[in-house]
C-alpha cells in the first residue's frame, strides 16, 4: 500500500511561514489535496491538486509538489490556523491520507 | 451553498450493522460528474476515506473495508448512505460525508464536508 508521511506536529511563531511537509514515493506524480481541521470541527480543504486554492481560503495558503515531498505553507501564520493538517492523494486503488500535522501557533 | 449532513445512531453493539445517511441540501446529487464520499476518524486519530458513490450507484472502497461496507443513493432523497456489517469496537470513529471531486480520477478531493456523526461501538 502507499503511505504518506507527515510530522505529527510543527511549531511557528505568529507572522511566520509554517511548512508542513507530506512524504511519498515519487509523490510528483501524484495530485495532493490538503485539509485543515481545527479542534472539534470537520476538516476543510484548503488546497486541491497541488497548489490550487479553493475560494475562500486565505492567500497565506499555498502548497507545493516536487520530488517526494509536497508541502503546504503558510505565510504571515496567525493564531487562527492552529489545527491538524492532512494530505490526501491517491494511489491508483484507494484514497491515501497521512497520519496529519498539529500546527502550535506560539 | 452545498451542505451535507449525516444520520443514523450513536452507539451500536459489536456484530450490528452500521447504517447512516447523509442528505444533501443546497445542490442536486443528481446529474452532475461528482461522487458521495464516506470517511471516519477514530477519536485522536487520523482520516480514513471508506467509500464512495456516484449518483449512477458506481462505487468505488477501500479495500481494507470492501467485504463489510455496501453504499447506495436515493437521488429522489438527495441521499447517500453507508452500511458497515459487523461493527467492533475498533469501527468507533467520528463519521464524515463529503462530496468527492474529480473521482475517479486522481486529482481528486474532498469539499465540502459535513459536520460527522460520532458512533460508539460498545457492548
Known amino acids: 500500500s502507499y503511505d504518506l508521511t507527515q510530522p505529527p506536529s510543527v511549531s511557528v511563531s505568529p507572522g511566520q511561514t509554517a511548512s508542513v511537509t507530506c512524504s511519498g514515493d515519487?509523490?510528483?506524480?501524484?495530485?495532493v489535496s490538503w485539509y485543515q481541521q481545527r479542534p472539534g470541527q470537520s476538516p476543510v480543504m484548503v488546497i486541491y491538486q497541488d497548489k490550487r486554492r479553493p475560494s475562500g481560503i486565505p492567500e497565506r495558503f499555498s502548497g507545493s509538489n516536487s520530488g517526494n515531498t509536497a508541502t503546504l505553507t503558510i505565510s504571515g501564520t496567525q493564531a487562527v490556523d492552529e489545527a491538524d493538517y492532512y494530505c490526501q492523494a491517491w494511489d491508483g486503488i484507494t484514497v491515501v491520507f497521512g497520519g496529519g500535522t498539529e500546527l502550535t501557533v506560539l | 451553498q452545498l451542505h451535507l449532513q449525516e444520520s443514523g445512531p450513536g452507539l451500536m453493539k459489536p456484530s450490528e450493522t452500521l447504517s447512516l445517511t447523509c442528505t444533501v441540501s443546497?445542490?442536486?446529487?443528481?446529474?452532475?460528474?461528482?461522487?458521495w464520499g464516506w470517511l471516519r476518524q477514530p477519536p485522536g486519530k487520523g482520516l480514513e476515506w471508506i467509500g464512495s458513490i456516484s449518483y449512477t450507484a458506481t462505487t468505488y472502497f477501500n479495500p481494507s473495508l470492501k467485504s463489510r461496507v455496501s453504499i447506495s443513493v436515493d437521488t429522489s432523497k438527495n441521499q447517500f448512505s453507508l452500511q458497515l456489517n459487523s461493527v467492533i469496537a475498533a469501527d468507533t470513529a467520528i463519521y464524515y460525508c463529503?462530496?468527492?471531486?474529480?473521482?475517479?480520477?486522481?486529482?481528486?478531493?474532498?469539499?465540502?464536508w459535513g459536520q460527522g456523526i460520532l458512533v460508539t461501538v460498545s457492548s
Open positions: 443546497g445542490g442536486s446529487i443528481s446529474g452532475s460528474d461528482y461522487y
Open positions: 463529503a462530496r468527492h471531486a474529480q473521482m475517479p480520477h486522481e486529482y481528486n478531493f474532498f469539499d465540502p
Open positions: 515519487k509523490l510528483r506524480n501524484k495530485y
